[in-house]
């Protein structure tokens, strides 16, 4: 997913999606969803739809009654259940405070799947945006990040439960129709209406649960390893559409290789009404409707909503709270995408300007990458998530060794395929491959709040030696790592050497023999470490800083 900034500053700002607490453990151990069968029906007259909802449901424990989460009407608006049934017989349900509470007839034993039909109808609020797209066409899409699934469909709506699903949509024959999965069935119906079905065999989260209902042109059509990949564009812009949306491809070959077998029977790109800049929807990406039209190129977004599809779809974070496993592995995939098309250069650049963003949000709110204060998730969608955990990927990347690093990466995709993992999980795939313990390094990086920041000085010894010290000057927490400075002679020549901070120390100091003229002094020049500095930077001359040098 790919924040906008207008969206970013509105949202987290004025806080206007109010989440749920985040109490779901014993629900987590009660029940386990298999297989959602969804029939919504639409139409251009009002906004309210019409759904019923198969759910087939296993008992991890002997129960009386389940809890699903569904919005409840207030107002014109929410959604209404009329009726639940089991076997064809009608249970008791509650419909309150925004959860549905199904009372079963006898109790249900620990390890039976039960099938519930629900019936509802409603106006939703959220979750199912139906509105006007940029040429005031009406439009139907899912967007259901975080737990806005409940606003339009009965479900356990959390990431740890994933299950099978299908959609089967009754709209206005002018609309076409498209969801996670194949696509099972299209037919026209009568009174100008058609019927779309839709089917996903492989288990995800509601989080990605969706359909998108508008007047698409439908192309690039083709095929990479053997996954059917497609572009769905607004007809009014499909020329400037298609082209933009042309980068399916390249990004999901890259990925196979790099990671592993891709988890979907296709892979669609469509132009939408969603909040973010794209949200990953398994199979079915969702752009913001405006990278239809833009002049800039849409590689990055693209690559970004495509690593997706393993690290966030297929291996999904567990709860909220771990969400850099879902979005901080789709930006630094994006950079190494980046670094594998364009260059090492191109790469260190985009780290960079991730740096810059890390320290820039520091300033405004001091936390940890793994936040459990936070209850609002969408507050968890922050250069933390992104940026920060994008530069704790690196850096074990440059800890571990490219192919140690990569090894892991596929491993733990191996391991976790098609399910669902917390922090912990790919901390054991990484020590596993790697035979270091990992503990110091997860725990300074993802869950202690800020960076460090050096304060750097340097002194000369009888004009034949210069001594460089760093310092760190952060409140709290000392950070073990290694740091590289580079000093660059008037002759060209250069040395490199690595510090070590241990953790302890909160100063260290490193020596260069002079050599006649001006001496250009980088600190972390290969661009390895996360880190704050008064100078990065700087010309040295007889003892004295004369020119400090602007970041690049």
Not at 447 to 476: C, M, N, W, Y
Not at 531 to 548: C, L, S
């Amino acid at each position: 997913m790919i924040i906008r900034k207008a969206f970013s500053s509105i949202v987290l700002a004025l806080c206007v999606l109010v989440s749920f607490a985040q109490n779901h453990h014993s629900r987590f151990e009660s029940i386990d969803v298999q297989h959602y069968k969804f029939e919504i029906h639409l139409n251009d007259t009002t906004n309210r739809i019409e759904g019923t909802a198969a759910i087939s449901i296993k008992f991890l424990q002997a129960a009386n009654d389940i809890t699903l989460d569904l919005v409840n009407k207030s107002g014109d608006n929410g959604m209404l259940v009329y009726s639940i049934q089991k076997d064809g017989n009608d249970l008791d349900f509650k419909q309150a405070n925004n959860k549905l509470e199904i009372l079963l007839n006898e109790q249900v034993q620990a390890g039976s799947v039960v099938k519930f039909y629900v019936a509802y109808s409603g106006i939703p609020t959220d979750g199912l945006i139906i509105s006007e797209n940029k040429y005031g066409k009406r439009t139907f899409f899912g967007d259901n990040w975080p737990d806005r699934a409940q606003y339009w469909l009965p479900c356990v709506d959390h990431p740890s439960d994933k299950a099978t699903l299908e959609f089967l949509v009754y709209a206005p024959e002018h609309y076409e129709v498209v969801s996670n999965g194949l696509r099972v069935e299209k037919k026209q119906l009568p009174d100008n209406m058609e019927f779309t079905h839709w089917k996903e065999d492989v288990p995800i989260s509601t989080k990605l649960m969706v359909i998108g209902v508008a007047d698409f042109a439908v192309g690039n059509k083709f095929k990479a390893n053997d996954i059917p990949i497609s572009s769905w564009v607004f007809e009014e812009n499909k020329e400037q559409g298609f082209k933009n949306y042309k980068y399916g491809a390249e990004a999901l070959n890259y990925f196979s290789e790099l990671i592993g077998p891709y988890s979907y029977e296709k892979l669609a790109h469509v132009q939408s009404k969603t909040r973010y800049g794209g949200m990953e929807n398994a199979t079915c990406i969702f752009y913001n409707e405006n990278t239809g039209t833009s002049d800039r190129s849409q590689e990055g977004l693209f690559a970004h909503e495509v690593a997706h599809q393993w690290f966030g779809n297929s291996v999904t974070e567990q709860n909220w709270h771990h969400v850099w496993l879902s979005e901080g592995f789709a930006t630094y995939l994006t950079n190494v995408y980046m670094q594998h098309f364009y260059g090492d250069e191109v790469f260190k650049e985009r780290l960079k300007g991730d740096r810059e963003r890390v320290i820039a949000y520091s300033k405004r709110n001091l936390a940890p990458i793994i936040d459990t204060t936070v209850t609002e998730y969408i507050r968890l969608l922050n250069p933390n998530s992104y940026q920060k955990a994008n530069w704790f990927l690196h850096m074990l990347r440059i800890k571990l060794g490219d192919k140690t690093f990569f090894e892991g990466l596929q491993k733990y995709y191996h391991e976790y395929q098609n399910s669902t993992a917390l922090t912990k999980d790919f901390q054991q795939v990484m020590e596993a491959v790697s035979g270091e313990d990992l503990s110091y390094f997860f725990n300074q990086w993802l869950r202690q709040a800020g960076h460090p920041i050096f304060d750097i000085s340097s002194e000369t010894l009888e004009q034949k030696e210069v001594i460089i010290k760093l310092r760190q000057i952060q409140k709290g927490y000392f950070y073990r790592l290694p740091i590289d400075i580079k000093i660059i002679y008037n002759d060209k020549t250069s040395e490199t050497k690595t510090l070590y901070m241990d953790g302890i120390k909160k100063e260290i100091e490193c020596s260069f023999d002079t050599k006649p003229g001006n001496l250009k002094i980088i600190i972390d020049p290969d661009v390895k470490l996360l880190f704050e500095a008064n100078r990065e930077k700087f010309m040295y001359f007889f003892g004295q800083i004369i020119d400090p040098i602007k970041k690049s």
